[in-house]
DNA sequence: CGTGTATTCAATAAAACTATTGAATAGTTG
DNA sequence: CAACTATTCAATAGTTTTATTGAATACACG
């Protein structure tokens, strides 16, 4: 084998990797496995996408080693198989939220645009926490809260939020996360609860970049086989 | 807008990067731009492409916000615009060298199978740096040396080795480096420095990922204008 | 052991991507 | 301003990707 020959097999294997990336619906449904493990009909739900279609670019995801499957019952359940995978598509993420402007004015336009929210980095989120005074509003469903969360957070998903203010202190400053920074569950409830005259601000990035840089995770073992 | 057209458009935007990104020639590309800037027809030559097709895939990278470019007499250049492109790229290529294993495979196949090629990563690399009693030698072609490079290192174009071993101190230990992991000029360097018997050994990764951990960089200011 | 169910497969048509070819363009340089 | 030249554009044919549909499969569970 030669030089130019090597040099193609290389870039050849690299780019099925990113062949695999380059479908907007394969990186939701990294974004949503970076939660944690879900079916394919779960997936499917969440994503908009019939099952079969689904199914197929949950293939592609496999083939391409992006995803890993195991069988819990009837249930194939498909989940990120490193960090290094969610360490990829974040280091996109965040080049696209810089580069890409249409990015940057999408999430701005759609949030709240009655009130405007705030967000803090993991940083400042973490000087926050060491100070006291903050409650941590963990907003996604519970499985997502039961498989992975941030130590002394609280969970009431978005769609319980309305009837369980009060559960919530109204000293503290409330600081909201959910999936990512472009899960809107955080914008909607910080909207909610100033509103409801707290004081509210949103976590920028969510759970799984809490995660990847190494900061505690709490987890609820809940045996929930076949329904997650 | 709803949120799942907004989810949509987010995704859509997102994966106009990793569509870019998604062509084997491409991160070819990308990687060649990590060394500094080229012409369109230095990048055709490079990665052995024609002229117009380099330029249609250079149309794609600028579509993307992946590659800027500048005119310099007759001719455009190119270059990566942030540390951010380097990193995504940096991002995939180790998620597929950890992961991918026809890529580690064809790796050590191509490497000069006589001499087992040892490797430093650059945390080790600095901690002999420190220590003295090594040299560094960069083997790429003097333009990407002068465009910049590890202070102290010595150039030496690997094809300009042969004939230039004496410049090479025998009692140190040589740690050559080039382009990034997969650029076999260092493997062979290497390999011609072992047989001459001197002690040598290469860098893991090349001179983009030393410089985007913030490490010194050198650079020879030369007027190369629309040669290079 | 057969039934039920989640998932995958296969076929297909539409859309997108790719390399090639040759012409067009834009900007420099004399 | 005219000639030159590096680059881009346009057209095209071949290939790959994608969503849809409906059937097949594989496995668990009674």
């Not at 030669?2 to 695999?20: C, G, M, P, R, W």
């Not at 909610?192 to 709490?218: C, H, N, S, T």
Request: with cysteine; net charge positive; charged share 25%.
């Amino acid at each position: 084998m030669n030089k130019k020959d090597f040099k193609n097999k290389v870039y050849s294997e690299l780019s099925k990797i990113t062949k695999a990336l380059s479908n907007p619906h394969r990186l939701e449904i990294i974004e949503l496995l970076a939660q944690g493990d879900y079916s394919v009909e779960q997936i499917a739900l969440q994503t908009s996408l019939s099952v079969a279609n689904t199914s197929q670019h949950l293939q592609v995801l496999k083939n391409a080693q992006l995803v890993d499957v195991t069988r819990i019952g009837n249930f194939m359940h498909y989940r990120l198989p490193h960090t290094n995978v969610f360490k990829a598509w974040k280091s996109i993420r965040e080049l696209g939220i810089e580069r890409i402007a249409a990015i940057d004015k999408l999430v701005n336009d759609f949030r709240q645009p009655k009130y405007k929210i705030e967000s803090v980095s993991i940083d400042e989120f973490r000087r926050r926490i060491a100070s006291g005074r903050v409650t941590i509003l963990d907003v996604r469903p519970e499985t997502e809260f039961n498989a992975g969360h941030i130590p002394n957070s609280i969970s009431i998903p978005f769609d319980q939020l309305q009837d369980r203010l009060r559960e919530l202190p109204k000293r503290n400053e409330i600081i909201a996360y959910c999936r990512g920074p472009f899960c809107v569950f955080a914008d909607e409830a910080v909207a909610m609860l100033i509103q409801a005259g707290y004081k509210a601000i949103r976590l920028q990035e969510g759970f799984p970049d809490w995660a990847v840089v190494g900061l505690p995770v709490k987890v609820n073992h809940k045996n929930n086989y076949g329904r997650n």
